[in-house]
């Protein structure tokens, strides 16, 4: 309505109570290395990277200095038909970066677009190779990959998929590995579960391996609260893809670009997938962008299906825009100059310490974590599933520590450049405030 005086009212907030914030609004207007600050002049100290996605820490000097070159000498250029030498040259960079032979990027604009993307190529790839049957896409519960149709189908979070219809015909999941009867706060890698990957066999016998293009999983399943996967999961998933012919996508949104300690959990942990979705740390975040890593020969695959012809109908017209390109280029340089993803492998121990210094701290009931990322699971509060975690998160806030409540979990993932005394603070401010909170 024309002269709406509430000035927050406008702005439909996504994945937000809306009306709860806007009671109590908390914003954030400034950010510089680790901390943000807050409207009311607090520095925040910024225990998740943004969402997960400001890996070499904010406002980066010289990110922000190539965005603004590129800004004033390349806004904008097509990638359908015409190109720019920033694209080429970050495309170039990136598959030097991935698994070997995954060396084809695909670009995108977010996370979402990205798996939306590789769901697409993997059916692409499917059909150059004569098995068009297969066109069945398989997930996992619990497994988060963005919003888009194909997301939410291969996604295992009901909320984000039932208001929204059926979704894609023809999906289906494998169970998830979260088991805190064997698992909780083991070190590493959880030391069972690894025979769930035997679910895909149940899958292909269920409906056929010839109607099955791929399984998509996260290697870490970041946004419903840390869940590691089982020591072997993996690479049993891996062989039982190769057995029957099922191309494997790793959704790396979170985990690419130095989370894990690597430049993906695939390279870190040693599992190559034939597809591999990035976005997040790609440019430090300062510009949306998303890419897609392709194995070389599943990419001639599809290129030689259609000589002389357009091969992928599918594209973004902010596809590899310059804008971005110029950023993720400055971080890929700011994460080597800075060794941050073995920074982040180096801290790995003193941060689990940390971590599981909580351990025995009223309502905890599971810690995990690896790399610079890290789960604190709470006891549900009876009858009001994940108030706990939002009150610990509010709590944190007014405290000056962002973390990130998802369901009854505390996830934490700090910029790369983090500091000892800094995870020393953020783990002694959740233990403090999980005293005080019901
Ligand atoms: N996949 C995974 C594994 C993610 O963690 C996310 C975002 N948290 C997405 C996809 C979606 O990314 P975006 O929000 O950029 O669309």
Wanted: hydrophobic fraction near 45%.
């Amino acid at each position: 309505m024309k002269g709406e005086n509430d000035p927050l009212a406008a702005f439909w907030m996504p994945f937000t109570a809306n009306r709860a914030f806007k009671a109590h609004p908390r914003q954030l207007v400034s950010a510089s290395g680790i901390y943000y600050q807050s409207a009311d002049g607090r520095p925040i100290l910024d225990g998740t990277s943004g969402l997960w996605c400001s890996n070499a820490g904010h406002c980066r000097r010289e990110i922000v200095e190539a965005i603004a070159r590129a800004a004033a000498a390349l806004d904008f250029a097509p990638t359908f038909q015409l190109g720019h030498p920033q694209a080429f040259e970050l495309a170039h960079r990136l598959a030097a970066l991935m698994p070997e032979g995954l060396d084809r990027i695909f670009f995108t604009n977010s996370g979402s677009e990205s798996v939306d993307t590789a769901l697409k190529i993997a059916l692409a790839i499917q059909r150059a190779r004569g098995q068009g049957t297969r066109t069945r896409l398989i997930g996992r519960e619990r497994g988060y990959h963005g919003v888009g149709f194909g997301g939410i189908s291969v996604g295992g979070i009901v909320s984000n998929r039932r208001t929204f219809g059926g979704g894609l015909p023809g999906t289906d999941h494998l169970r998830h590995t979260h088991d805190l009867a064997r698992n909780a706060f083991s070190r590493g890698f959880p030391q069972h579960g690894a025979e769930l990957a035997d679910d895909l066999e149940r899958l292909v016998g269920l409906h056929g391996a010839e109607t099955i293009a791929a399984v998509i999983v996260e290697p870490m399943a970041g946004s419903t609260g840390v869940l590691l996967p089982p020591a072997g999961y993996l690479e049993r998933l891996r062989k039982i893809c190769d057995r029957h012919g099922i191309l494997l996508i790793f959704d790396e949104v979170i985990t690419a670009f130095g989370r894990v300690g690597g430049a993906t959990a695939a390279d870190r942990w040693g599992v190559t997938p034939d597809v591999i979705t990035m976005a997040k740390g790609l440019t430090n975040a300062a510009v949306p962008m998303g890419a897609v890593a392709v194995k070389r020969e599943w990419h001639d695959a599809v290129i030689e299906g259609a000589p002389g012809g357009i091969e992928l109908f599918h594209g973004y017209t902010y596809s590899g825009h310059p804008l971005a390109c110029a950023a993720a280029l400055a971080a890929l340089d700011l994460y080597a100059r800075e060794g941050l993803f073995e920074r982040a492998d180096a801290l790995a121990r003193y941060w689990e310490d940390a971590a599981h210094g909580l351990k025995g701290r009223r309502h905890v009931i599971d810690i995990r974590a690896i790399g610079l990322v890290a789960g604190i699971e709470l006891e549900p509060r009876p009858g009001a599933p994940t108030a706990r975690a939002m009150e610990l998160f509010h709590a944190c806030f007014d405290k000056g520590l962002l973390v990130r409540a998802t369901g009854d979990i505390i996830a934490l993932s700090p910029p790369l450049i983090v500091e000892k005394g800094e995870i020393d603070t953020m783990f002694e401010t959740i233990g403090e405030l999980l005293e005080t909170i019901a």
